[in-house]
Nanobody, 120 residues
Framework: QVHVVESGGGLVQPGGSLRLSCAAS????????MGWNRQAPGKERELVAV???????NYGDSVKGRFTISRDNAKNTVYLQMNSLKPEDTGIYYC??????????????WGQGTQVTVSS
């Protein structure tokens, strides 16, 4: 079993910054992609950013140029640096980890989510 825990959410004013962290622990064999999705009130969950084990990244159109995803493979941790935050960035941010076990079976593990609120 792999456990995924996010931290770093909170309340920030428009134009401000936040840094989210997400750590995976437990019976880890191999981690491929790590990423962040978010869900705003009344909206569907959407991709924010994803990073491959080799460092390749992909971002949702609404956050390109403002958010940066990074990871520390030694710590099984992924980060999301969010700059120039806007009220429409408000939502619950969920971290996920795509894991391969020793038999090469893939499984996605999700964190419990962390609230980000952008408001003056």
């Amino acid at each position: 079993q792999v456990h995924v825990v996010e931290s770093g959410g909170g309340l920030v004013q428009p134009g401000g910054s936040l840094r989210l962290s997400c750590a995976a622990s437990g019976s880890i064999f191999s981690i491929n992609d790590m990423g962040w999705n978010r869900q705003a009130p009344g909206k569907e969950r959407e991709l924010v950013a994803v990073i491959a084990s080799g460092g390749g990244t992909n971002y949702g159109d609404s956050v390109k140029g403002r958010f940066t995803i990074s990871r520390d493979n030694a710590k099984n941790t992924v980060y999301l640096q969010m700059n120039s935050l806007k009220p429409e960035d408000t939502g619950i941010y969920y971290c996920y980890v795509n894991h391969l076990d020793s038999a090469k079976w893939p499984r996605t593990y999700w964190g419990q989510g962390t609230q980000v609120t952008v408001s003056s």
